[in-house]
């Protein structure tokens, strides 16, 4: 079936370094990728998204890219903060349809 | 505008108890989904509804019941309760605006099944 793999699961980084989060998917028909962080106890609210028809996108710190032809796409985060620490989850869905299929999620720690 | 509630928030629940999950969303969206998570297996789809009266299995739908009573609310319900369904439940909505899918998530109900 549908999925996403998502590396690394841990992520320690020293504030004011770069992250990257990596993920895969398999469903060819995928053509939107949502990236969603969720802090301690809290809700995944959606930091950035990018549609297959875009190849990078970019919002201040943070930016996605995604390169359809290896079903691979990344969430850079550069200067990074310690408010930055939390778990992020990189998805996938067909916007055809209403199923969106989520990594497992990588544990972010920016370190002061 | 308080987006998306869900109650309760904490429940505890014996093996074989029934409950039913509330979520309600003041935001207008047609759709609205279920979704449990568990330690290192991120977000897993339990039923959606694409609109009021229509509802679909998601990825990981036995064991729950669902009903879209009204635009605004979408009921999880747990017939008899099992230790695997300790997890955390979110409720979500989402409408299509122009290229944005985004969902928006309540905050979550944490469920024990001892």
């Known amino acids: 079936g549908e999925n996403v793999e998502q590396h690394p699961s841990t992520l320690s980084v020293q504030e004011g370094d770069s992250a990257v989060i990596k993920c895969t998917y398999s469903?060819?028909?995928?053509?939107?990728f949502p990236w969603y962080k969720q802090e301690l106890g809290k809700r995944p609210q959606l930091i950035i998204d990018?549609?297959?028809?875009?190849g990078e996108k970019k919002d201040q710190r943070i930016a996605v890219t995604l390169n359809k032809t290896a079903k691979h796409f990344s969430l850079h985060i550069t200067e990074t903060q310690p408010e930055d620490s939390a778990v992020y989850f990189c998805?996938?869905?067909?916007?055809?349809?209403?199923?969106?299929?989520f990594g497992a999620g990588t544990r972010l720690f920016v370190k002061a | 505008n308080a987006g998306v509630t869900q109650t309760p928030k904490f429940q505890v629940l014996k093996t074989g108890q029934s409950m039913t999950l509330q979520c309600a969303q003041d935001?207008?969206?047609?759709?609205m989904y279920w979704y449990r998570q568990d330690p290192g297996m991120g977000l897993r789809l339990i039923y959606y509804?694409?609109?009021?009266?229509?509802?679909d299995k998601g990825e990981v739908p036995n064991g729950y019941n669902v009903s879209r009573l009204n635009k605004r609310e979408f009921s999880l319900r747990l017939e008899s309760a099992a230790p695997s369904q300790t997890s955390v439940y979110f409720c979500?909505?989402?409408?299509?605006?122009?290229?944005?899918?985004?969902?928006?998530f309540g905050p979550g109900t944490r469920l024990t099944v001892t």
């Open positions: 990018i549609r297959s028809n875009v």
């Open positions: 998805a996938a869905r067909n916007t055809g349809g209403f199923k969106t299929i």
């Open positions: 935001m207008n969206h047609n759709s």
């Open positions: 469903d060819s028909a995928s053509n939107y």
């Open positions: 979500a909505s989402s409408e299509v605006k122009g290229a944005a899918y985004e969902q928006y």
């Open positions: 509804s694409a609109s009021e009266g229509t509802t």
